[in-house]
């Protein structure tokens, strides 16, 4: 049964930091692309970064240069980094796995919220 379970979010002030973290299990972790998604109210969900299982990255345009994605295959984790926080950064932050080319996925985790206020 795959788990992926988010923690690290809170309240941060403008131009401040957070690391998210989503520890999983029930699958092979080296073999899946894993991503980070947003969703705030009244938007839809939109990605934030991937990492695959390789080790490529790729980041949505609004958080290129303040957010890194990384991921310990030791540990089955995968990891947000967030600098620089903006009061727009503010949303549910959810952790997405796939396989892509084996119909694995996508799995999701129940979310974890980011808020960025003064």
């Known amino acids: 049964q795959v788990q992926l379970v988010e923690s690290g979010g809170g309240l941060v002030q403008p131009g401040g930091s957070l690391r998210l973290s989503c520890a999983t299990s029930g699958f092979i972790f080296r073999l899946y692309d894993m991503s980070w998604y947003r969703q705030a109210p009244g938007k839809e969900r939109e990605l934030v970064a991937t990492m695959t299982s390789g080790g490529n990255t790729n980041y949505g345009g609004s958080v290129k240069g303040r957010f890194t994605i990384s991921r310990d295959n030791a540990k089955s984790t995968v990891y947000l980094q967030m600098d620089s926080l903006k009061p727009e950064d503010t949303a549910e932050y959810y952790c997405?796995?796939?396989?892509?080319?084996?119909?694995?996925?996508?799995?999701w985790g129940q979310g974890t919220q980011v808020t960025v206020s003064s």
């Open positions: 997405n796995t796939r396989r892509p080319g084996y119909g694995r996925g996508p799995y």
